[in-house]
């Protein structure tokens, strides 16, 4: 969990989903349920997510999952249930 904005959590968790959480009123404001995954023809692997981090402007965030990856997410590019 990375906490940048006050009053928001950004949290990683297995299957490689990332949720934007709103602390004060206990609601999760947006999330993405396929951050980290792998697509093929017969199947798609979802992997866990490790760490989430903050960069110095506070709408970019940073994800590392089992996929060996870092990726970059803008939150205002989150819709509310993606």
Request: proline content about 1%; charged content about 25%.
């Amino acid at each position: 969990m990375s906490e940048h904005n006050e009053g928001q959590a950004i949290c990683g968790s297995s299957l490689g989903k990332l949720l934007i959480y709103d602390v004060e009123r206990e609601q999760v404001l947006s999330k993405h349920n396929k951050a980290h995954m792998q697509l093929s023809i017969s199947s798609e692997i979802k992997f866990d997510i490790n760490s989430v981090c903050y960069t110095e402007n506070p709408n970019v965030f940073a994800s590392a999952g089992d996929d060996s990856l870092i990726k970059l997410w803008d939150k205002r590019c989150f819709d509310k249930d993606s």
